[in-house]
């Protein structure tokens, strides 16, 4: 008999212990902290219809406007009717584009609303990789 | 994902929170023993499992159904445990005081498996204690996630791909955990073999 298969019948003969608990009790233990912590509108409410999602994608939106007026050649006093005529088509030309622009933003933005859920599982990752290391640098030191 | 869990959920979201107790109700058995055979102290494991109820609580808008929603919690508590045990290793005053292993858990912190055996007669009895005791300081001396793969695969009976789900690792990796603590397992309890009826030819 090899070892994993002893230990395996060993360990179905010494099963893990379970605690004894309160079953009701513990469930409204963890009840009274839910209910202390629910928002149960927002629970299942659309990330992207959340007040700070649509207040960044406002900002967002006005920061482009801020930028592109900012970001137009400058008009000179020789040639104001060229400039103008040349900012209305671009205005004109770029309606569509600029649309797609600020649609890709609020894609953005809403690909950044899971952040939080994206983040947790990348600090996840980046903890299990750091725990990795951490087994790595014990199985070195202690070989 | 049972259908029961799906309504649950789909409920809670809707408002009605008082469905979520239907899920608290319907695993805390399983998440209070994953816990605890992480932990190896009842009250920590209690606090830590409830934790995690309210965790998956607060993240149900996110939940999207991929996994079994027990499968997500247990993920939840195997995190919160390792932080818990974390925070032990660094805070050696703190595991001193709060969060010390319960008695009859041998000062090690993860005695896990009950070491009586009604069939056994009294000398085996005593085997298995030394064994049982033997084993606890070994599982004590894995590391986290070597610990936490074997408590997983080995003592709660979990297939390979669901404790990497619940690791957040691949299948690959639990095994590679698997491996290195199975090997130190057999070289921890070899010198106690062959006595009592506990033996094994390697």
């Known amino acids: 008999m090899d070892f994993m298969t002893w230990l395996s019948r060993w360990l179905q003969r010494h099963p893990l212990k379970t605690p004894d608990q309160d079953r009701v009790r513990y469930t409204a233990e963890v009840m009274t902290r839910v209910r202390q912590v629910a928002q149960p509108a927002r629970a299942g409410m659309p990330s992207l219809w959340r007040p700070q999602w649509v207040l960044a994608a406002v900002a967002a939106a006005g920061l482009i406007v801020v930028l592109r007026v900012a970001g137009r050649p400058s008009q000179t006093a020789a040639e104001p009717p060229r400039a103008l005529m040349q900012l209305a088509q671009d205005g004109g030309a770029d309606e569509d584009s600029w649309m797609d622009e600020t649609v890709q933003l609020l894609d953005q933005l809403e690909a950044e609303g899971e952040v939080p859920a994206e983040n947790n599982n990348a600090s996840e990752d980046d903890w299990m990789n750091e725990l990795e290391l951490l087994e790595e640098s014990d199985t070195a030191s202690s070989s | ?202």
């Open chain 2, 1 to 202: 994902m049972a259908d029961s869990d799906t309504d649950a959920i789909r409920a809670v979201r809707r408002g009605d929170t008082d469905r979520y107790a239907e899920l608290v109700d319907r695993y805390q058995g399983p998440a209070l023993r994953l816990a605890f055979g992480l932990l190896g102290n009842y009250e920590d494991a209690r606090d830590v499992s409830q934790e995690a109820f309210v965790s998956a609580y607060q993240s149900l808008g996110r939940f999207r159904g991929a996994a079994k929603f027990s499968t997500w919690l247990y993920r939840i508590i195997v995190n919160k445990c390792h932080d818990a045990l974390r925070v032990r290793l660094r805070q050696p005053s703190v595991a001193a005081g709060v969060g010390e292993p319960d008695p009859g858990t041998n000062g090690h912190g993860w005695f896990v498996v009950d070491a009586e055996d009604p069939a056994a007669g009294p000398r085996d009895g005593l085997a298995n204690r030394e064994l049982a005791d033997a084993l606890q300081q070994a599982i004590g001396e894995l590391s986290m996630n070597q610990r936490t793969a074997f408590m997983l695969h080995h003592l709660q009976g979990y297939a390979l791909a669901e404790a990497a789900e619940m690791m957040g690792c691949r299948t690959g990796t639990v095994k590679s955990h698997l491996f290195r603590a199975v090997e130190h397992l057999r070289h921890r309890l070899a010198p106690r073999m062959g006595t009592g009826g506990t033996s094994w030819t390697s």
